[in-house]
C-alpha cells in the first residue's frame, strides 16, 4: 500500500485524501475508491459530528495524538483532505494495514 494514490507525502507530515461515509452502521475503513480512501463513521453529518469522528478514528489506527490529525479541506463535504503531523507515508502505509478490509 506504500505510496498509494490517497496518501501523498507533505512537508509537515502525510496528506490523505479522504472520503467519507456518515450514519454507517460501524466506523471503518471500507477500501479505495480511485485516489481516496474510504471511511465509513456511525456519526451523523451534524455540527462537525461526522470529522471530529473521522480525526479520532484516524488518530486511533494510526496511534498517534488526536492532535497530530488536522482537517485542511471539506469540512462540510465528503472528500476530505487530512494532513497527519510528523509521520513517513512508510509509518502510515503500514498502519493502516491491519484496518484494510480483506475481500
Known amino acids: 500500500m506504500t505510496g498509494s494514490s490517497f ?12 472520503k467519507i461515509q456518515p450514519r454507517a452502521s460501524k466506523t471503518e475503513i ?7 480512501l474510504k471511511i465509513k463513521v456511525t456519526a451523523p453529518p451534524v ?6 469522528a473521522v480525526l479520532e478514528f484516524l488518530a486511533a ?5 488526536r492532535r497530530c490529525c488536522v482537517l485542511l479541506r ?11 503531523h510528523g509521520m513517513s507515508l512508510q509509518t502510515v502505509s503500514d498502519r493502516l494495514k491491519p484496518q484494510w478490509p480483506t475481500e
Do not use: I
Not at 47 to 52: F, I, K, V
Not at 74 to 84: C, D, E, F, I
Open 7 to 18: 496518501m501523498k507525502v507533505h512537508p509537515d507530515g502525510v496528506l490523505l485524501h479522504l
Open 47 to 52: 455540527d462537525s459530528a461526522a470529522n471530529e
Open 74 to 84: 471539506g469540512a462540510s463535504s465528503r472528500h476530505k483532505q487530512v494532513l497527519v
Open 30 to 36: 471500507a477500501g479505495v475508491l480511485g485516489a481516496e
Open 61 to 65: 489506527v494510526l496511534a498517534c495524538p
